[in-house]
């Protein structure tokens, strides 16, 4: 077992599902392999290591994040310009930081950061983080553009991930202009904050201070004095520029937006928007220790 830093990478390819419908088992398979074939070259041709393919994803380690880069680069390139039987196209997401490598496999924070970035990206796009463009020379961190902020699973705190761009110039103009208006959006969100009011309570709450538990036992961070409240009821969280309710109860949460009709959520969740009503009980127009008002 060895302790180290590497860029781990996982390509997958996007659209296989509906490829499989449409030109059946055999003929879909032949098609995937092929481009997996090409993942894995362009992989090794930039000193990657594959550590494993998963039905058309792979999962591949680096020694330098420019590396990692590098053949992400060539895999967009290949997949954008060839014709493998199919108009398929291929997410990418990667991550530099420590691993864990035992027995021919890697493990730690590494792995599971890169595993969530390429379910954040899309087909044709290459995702990453602010570690990793802090590991990367001055020219390549050019080419990386602010695409959000988030909470990368486990973590604690909301970080800034980024979008590579791998087109010529002259192909991502329009690329390059929404990623500085995704810039300016990102800078004006920062200061968004969520006003509780409960009882004699008023909680304000920042990006910093999600998840905010909210429920009838002692252990929340709002403790609710209702008996048709769970114990951990709901949760609020912050993604993607809004805070976010999540139920978690038996019994379910009803909120009402100012303005619109209640809605009922049961190990659901939904965006707070505006100014309204959050109730632990169908009673949500009467007043009382089962509801409580939000500013968003």
């Known amino acids: 077992m060895s302790n180290e830093s ?37 992989t090794q041709a930039q000193n990657g290591t594959v550590i494993k393919t998963i039905g058309d994803e792979v999962m591949a380690s680096f020694p330098t994040a420019q590396a990692a880069l590098n053949a992400a680069t060539d895999i967009q390139k290949d997949i954008d310009t060839q014709y493998y039987g199919a108009p398929l196209t291929i997410r990418i997401g990667f991550h530099f930081g420590p691993i864990i490598e035992e027995a021919g496999d890697v493990y730690g924070e590494a792995v599971n950061d890169a595993a969530d970035l390429v379910k954040i990206a899309k087909g044709g796009q290459i995702i990453t983080s602010e570690q990793t463009r802090q590991a990367l020379p001055p020219e390549s961190q050019d080419k990386l553009e602010v695409f959000d902020k988030i909470r990368l699973k486990g973590g604690k705190k909301t970080a800034v991930i980024y979008i590579a761009e791998w087109e010529d110039d002259q192909e991502s103009n329009a690329t390059m202009f929404m990623a500085a208006v995704n810039t300016e959006i990102a800078a004006a969100i920062e200061a968004r904050s969520l006003q509780i009011e409960y009882e004699d309570q ?27 409240a769970s114990r951990s009821h709901c949760t609020i969280d912050y993604r993607r520029g809004k805070f976010v309710l999540v139920d978690k109860s038996t019994n379910g949460t009803y909120l009402a937006a100012d303005g619109r009709e209640p809605l009922y959520l049961r190990r659901e969740e939904t965006p707070l928007m505006s100014t309204g009503t959050i109730s632990f009980s169908p009673e949500i127009d009467e007043p009382g220790p089962h509801r409580m008002r939000y500013i968003c």
């Open 6 to 42: 590497a860029a781990i990478m996982f390509s997958d390819v996007s659209g296989s599902s509906r490829l499989f419908k449409e030109v059946g088992d055999a003929e879909a398979r032949a098609i995937i392999s092929k481009v997996v074939s090409m993942m894995i070259n362009k």
């Open 202 to 228: 008023n909680i304000t709450l920042s990006k910093n201070d999600v998840p905010f538990t909210i429920g009838r036992g002692a252990d929340v961070d709002l403790t609710i004095d209702c008996n048709m």
